[in-house]
């Protein structure tokens, strides 16, 4: 997975998913690096996701990341929630991540929108 920021960060990363009973779990790492530095953080991400009904998932994040940051050394860690509710052929995120201001953002805790949209290849029954 690749996720690139506005601010030019970029976060190459390798996912491992797999399924148990009552849901979905993945576990990333990898590297980010400003685009406009030689720094390269280390990235950990864990995520679940929990069926709620047929059309309707709750989800959890963890962002880990660790090193070489725009304020100095040190570790933010950045969880989410959100609810995923899946149409005919789309999935629709909605969430918050709770936004510290340990990027550059000074003051305190602000929460940040989560939406994601998804097409799905494979329509739902």
């Given at each position: 997975a ?5 601010s ?26 400003a685009?406009?530095?030689?720094d ?11 069926p ?13 990341v660790s ?5 100095g ?5 950045m ?11 789309w ?11 340990s990027?550059g ?5 602000i929460p940040?929108?989560?939406f ?9 029954k």
């Amino acid at each position: 997975a690749l996720f690139v920021s506005q601010s030019g960060w970029v976060a190459p990363h390798a996912l491992l998913t797999w399924k148990a009973p009552g849901g979905t779990y993945t576990l990333g790492g990898g590297a980010a690096a400003a685009l406009h530095s030689a720094d390269t953080p280390g990235l950990v991400t864990f995520s679940a996701d929990w069926p709620l009904g047929p059309r309707v998932h709750a989800l959890a994040e963890v962002w880990v990341v660790s090193g070489a940051l725009p304020n100095g050394p040190g570790t933010v860690v950045m969880p989410s929630v959100a609810t995923r509710f899946f149409l005919r052929d789309w999935s629709v995120d909605l969430g918050v991540v709770p936004f510290d201001g340990s990027f550059g953002v000074g003051g305190s805790i602000i929460p940040l929108p989560w939406f994601d949209l998804t097409w799905n290849f494979e329509r739902q029954k």
